[in-house]
């Protein structure tokens, strides 16, 4: 349920070492599990905004795997047969990269998406789309071992609107919270002026379901 993830969506704060994430207050982060003393972490079942401060991989359940590097923000959802990243700001190349479970490397800019699901759950984006509201384009399409793999642009701005902790951010109080949302604002600016020319976003809503007569 869309509405459910766009209010229950964790806030990982920048990670110096994996093993804090057991030591986050607040209640809101434990789907984020990490092993101390590991420059990894598992996000079993739900979603996280997380900002690495350094380079860490994260499992994200089905086989796929998030490897990030220091300075990367992603949102990430991991929701049983079905995994999505969205690359929110990056400092060079490779920084946001998932793997795993027979699909090949994909690497993340900023602004852009992959979802990842079981081809026998996907009939198409629509179906598997985790956050309705967030607006895509360029969206391209790969079977391959059992498993649909969704890559597309996605417009930022819309993922602040749609998901209420990242909304957050940008009124918190907290410094740290507040260097992270100015570092995505920068990338809005540069994302948007890079790729005014690929067109308009669109929002690729649930098929509703009709009632057989």
């Known amino acids: 349920d869309s ?59 089905a086989g796929i795997n998030l490897n990030l590097k220091r300075g990367a923000i992603v949102l990430a959802i991991a929701n049983g047969n079905v995994v999505s990243v969205y690359d929110l700001h ?26 990842i699901a079981k081809a026998n759950t996907a009939i198409d984006f629509a179906y598997v789309n985790q956050v309705g ?5 360029g969206l391209n399409t790969t079977l391959k071992n059992g498993n649909a793999t969704y890559v597309s642009d996605f417009s930022i701005p819309s993922a602040i609107s749609a998901v209420k902790p990242l909304k957050a951010m940008f009124r918190s109080n907290d410094a740290k919270v ?36």
Not at 16 to 39: F, M
């Open 90 to 115: 990056d400092n060079s190349a490779n920084s946001v990269v998932v793997t795993g479970n027979g699909v090949n490397a994909i690497t993340l800019a900023p602004g852009r998406h992959v979802t």
């Open 178 to 213: 507040r260097a992270l949302a100015n570092q995505m604002l920068k990338t809005i600016i540069v994302v948007t002026q890079s790729t005014a020319s690929k067109g308009i976003y669109e929002q690729v809503a649930k098929p509703k379901l009709t009632a057989m007569r």
């Open 3 to 61: 509405s459910e993830l766009v209010n229950n969506t964790s806030l990982v704060m920048p990670i110096a070492y994996s093993h804090e994430i057991e030591n986050l207050s607040g209640g809101n982060v434990n789907a984020v599990i990490a092993g101390k003393g590991q420059n990894s972490a598992k996000l079993s079942y739900g979603s996280a905004i997380i900002s690495a401060s350094h380079d860490m991989e994260i499992s994200l359940g």
């Open 133 to 137: 509201k967030i607006a895509y384009r």
